[in-house]
């Protein structure tokens, strides 16, 4: 079973509209951790917000949020108020406790975004 | 303070040619993780290291690949007698502990293979 599965591959949204990026995960360590990361076209990863397992709030990082569904073993990005450099590929990451007892972090497959003018 | 380096940014190699990558984590940071991403994919886990020791080599592949990470300089991915099929962007991840902090990504280095 894929650990993390992001069922977009591409997205178009309109600039200056909100725009939700899906993403589950699959896991049985109660302790974990989520990750949002952006890669532009320049192809560096951007670190963009975190969320743990524990957390009793969504997290928000400016105009991202992550909604945060811990039942349903969803955590997808909302970004608010789309902008043009927000075009790029956008990856879902889970850290949990892997057999050796240290934080292994496994990506999605990413959802490419494209912003309207 | 500096975030995590990776020098070569871009490595051209010929079939059979030794390829070596480095990071350098950022200041304190003493664990260190090497993934692969393949044109159009997602990225890969290969090793996790912290000093002198490899913790986990799950996603290597078992012949030509290699990671070091010495007690002095940077960690070193070498893959040796590269195929086309190794052209890919490597990227070098570091953190500083196993507990719940999110990894900081290096910029990569794409690696082609003629």
């Known amino acids: 079973a894929q650990k993390i599965t992001q069922t977009q591959p591409g997205m178009f949204v309109q600039e200056k509209e909100a725009v939700t990026l899906d993403c589950t995960y699959d896991?049985?360590?109660?302790?974990?951790?989520l990750f949002w990361y952006k890669q532009p076209s320049s192809g560096e990863m951007i670190f963009l917000i975190y969320?743990?397992?524990?957390?009793?709030q969504n997290a928000t990082e400016g105009r991202y949020s992550l909604n945060f569904q811990k039942a349903r073993k969803s955590a997808n990005l909302v970004i608010s108020a789309s902008q043009l450099g927000d075009s790029a590929m956008y990856f879902c990451?889970?850290?949990?406790?892997?057999?050796?007892?240290?934080?292994?972090?496994?990506f999605g497959t990413g959802t490419k975004l494209q912003v309207i003018p | 303070n500096a975030g995590v380096m990776q020098n070569p940014r871009h490595l051209v190699r010929r079939r059979g040619q030794e390829a070596r990558l480095r990071c350098s984590p950022m200041?304190?940071?003493?664990?260190v993780y090497w993934y692969r991403q393949l044109p159009e994919e997602g990225l890969k886990f290969m090793v996790y290291?912290?000093?002198?020791?490899?913790?986990?080599e799950s996603g290597m592949p078992k012949e030509r690949f290699s990671a070091e990470f010495p007690k002095e300089g940077p960690s070193i991915l070498r893959i040796q007698q590269v195929v086309r099929g190794d052209s890919a962007a490597y990227f070098c991840?570091?953190?500083?502990?196993?507990?719940?902090?999110?990894?900081?990504f290096g910029p990569g280095t794409r690696l082609t293979v003629l």
């Open positions: 991840a570091s953190s500083p502990g196993v507990s719940r902090n999110e990894q900081f």
């Open positions: 896991t049985s360590d109660p302790s974990y951790g």
């Open positions: 969320q743990g397992s524990y957390d009793q």
């Open positions: 990451a889970m850290r949990e406790a892997s057999s050796g007892g240290y934080q292994k972090v496994t």
């Open positions: 200041k304190g940071h003493s664990h």
């Open positions: 290291l912290q000093k002198e020791n490899i913790i986990d």
